[in-house]
């Protein structure tokens, strides 16, 4: 699902073989144990960033998003175990690749990465022993999943795999839709795959599944049994619901759209390139700025959700852009002040959004202590907060812990608001405190549940 369906479907006709899309019908079919639930995803609570990596033989074919052209076809009569290898000749990974990837997400505040590894087209990014499609045999050379695992392991980062159900590539990928025998192969080899990847790299700690295609719903990919066999070789494991069952969260794509929930878990996964997903040596105006991905934190922590922020290696080497890592330090520098109000748990502010501001301000909140996010910085030197009710206890600054005084005035009741004060917050610098994103954020206290 992630990475141009069109694009996907071109190549699959152009270079290993056909493919028709599928409507895909969501389904539900059980909620794990709740407090099983709490245990495995309390680290997810607390990490709320984290690095998505697109890699494989996709990242190859970032032309065609400029020409709408396809890449040059394989050599006329050429084999299919040529044509493989042509397709995946141009993945050539530095060893270092793995290591790069862990240091910047590191160095940027994040706490996971997610790897891809397998995507749509079936390229098996580890020493598997169920294809000879796979990074040992042709392309890099290596077993890129056990070098990522390591890599992982050596900065204190949880570690995330990204596989793709769908497989354009395995003979029974597309004809498992419609015939019984196929869809046993497949699921078999699915199931396969997926046991190598849960025994042979130690504690994986989540299962990010895509591309259900194209059986339609979690039944015909015997998911509840495939999802509690990857339970049992992995506790603690946390699973996405792509395999089109309820397990421990989901994900937006592309936007953030926060559950209806208050208590359902969700990450928002976010390209950096805007709507591609894969390497694309483009222009700085087409990557999002380091102050549109804080003003994500803001949206995403209001929502009590977690931002999965994607980059798309160099085919060539593995390493990131220099766009990507360029942005993902600043942020990273961003958040060395600002973390507090990002980091851990949250909660939803709906009580807050009663209480205006003159800033243009946007509320988040952890308990009894509210974040005020200020994306333009007043220039009066004091922030006026209008409808507040119950008792502040202090307000200072995030950026630099500077405190600011508190005068409080009884406010007039309305029909609507009753029993409220006036709040005026002073001692604000004139200047933005915060030099790195000129994006600041304001800690208030509050007695009681602010409101």
């Not at 699902?1 to 389904?27: K, Y």
């Given at each position: 699902?992630?990475?141009?369906?069109?694009?996907?479907?071109?190549?699959?006709?152009?270079?290993?073989?056909?493919?028709?899309?599928?409507?895909?019908?969501?389904?539900?079919?059980?909620?794990?144990d709740r407090l099983a639930r709490d245990e495995r995803m309390e680290w997810f609570r607390d990490a709320r960033y984290g690095m998505f990596v697109h890699y494989g033989p996709f990242s190859q074919w970032y032309d065609w998003y400029v020409s709408k052209t396809l890449p040059?076809?394989?050599p006329e009569g050429a084999t299919p175990e040529q044509r493989k290898r042509w397709y995946v000749a141009g993945l050539t990974p530095q060893r270092d690749f793995a290591r790069h990837l862990a240091r910047t997400a590191k160095a940027a505040g994040m706490k996971y990465i997610v790897f891809t590894t397998k995507h749509h087209e079936g390229f098996v990014l580890w020493d598997t022993k169920l294809t000879e499609f796979n990074s040992m045999n042709m392309g890099p050379g290596f077993d890129m999943v056990a070098e990522y695992v390591k890599a992982c392991r050596e900065e204190g980062l949880k570690i995330g795999f990204y596989y793709s159900l769908w497989d354009f590539n395995h003979p029974d990928g597309i004809a498992s839709k419609h015939d019984d025998a196929s869809r046993r192969r497949f699921l078999d080899y699915t199931q396969g795959l997926l046991r190598e990847l849960m025994t042979n790299y130690g504690k994986i700690d989540i299962l990010w599944y895509d591309g259900p295609s194209p059986l339609g719903y979690g039944g015909e990919w015997e998911a509840q049994k495939m999802n509690a066999m990857v339970r049992r070789l992995q506790p603690g494991i946390i699973i996405n619901d792509r395999s089109l069952t309820a397990e421990d969260f989901t994900c937006s794509e592309g936007h953030i759209s926060a559950t209806l929930h208050p208590d359902s878990d969700w990450e928002a996964c976010m390209p950096f390139h805007h709507k591609l997903w894969t390497w694309y040596p483009a222009d700085y105006k087409n990557y999002y700025t380091p102050r549109d991905i804080v003003d994500m934190f803001r949206q995403i922590v209001a929502g009590t959700g977690n931002l999965l922020m994607n980059v798309g290696p160099n085919p060539a080497t593995g390493h990131i852009g220099n766009v990507e890592l360029e942005r993902l330090a600043v942020v990273g520098k961003w958040l060395e002040a600002h973390g507090e109000a990002i980091y851990g748990h949250v909660?939803?502010?709906?009580?807050?959004?009663?209480?205006?501001?003159?800033?243009?301000?946007?509320?988040?909140?952890?308990?009894?202590?509210?974040?005020?996010?200020?994306?333009?910085?007043?220039?009066?030197?004091?922030?006026?907060?209008?409808?507040?009710?119950?008792?502040?206890?202090?307000?200072?600054?995030?950026?630099?812990?500077?405190?600011l005084g508190i005068d409080r005035a009884p406010q007039a009741d309305t029909e609507t608001v009753k029993n409220a004060s006036r709040v005026t917050l002073t001692g604000l610098p004139k200047k933005c405190p915060d030099a790195v994103c000129n994006y600041a954020i304001l800690k208030i206290q509050f007695e009681t549940y602010p409101r």
């Open positions: 699902m992630i990475f141009n369906r069109v694009l996907v479907l071109c190549l699959a006709a152009a270079i290993l073989t056909g493919c028709q899309s599928e409507t895909i019908s969501s389904g539900s079919t059980r909620c794990p040059n076809k394989a909660d939803r502010p709906e009580a807050l959004g009663f209480i205006t501001n003159d800033a243009g301000g946007f509320w988040t909140r952890k308990g009894n202590t509210a974040y005020l996010w200020l994306p333009k910085w007043p220039g009066g030197g004091k922030i006026v907060l209008e409808n507040v009710h119950g008792k502040l206890l202090s307000a200072s600054i995030v950026t630099n812990g500077a405190k």
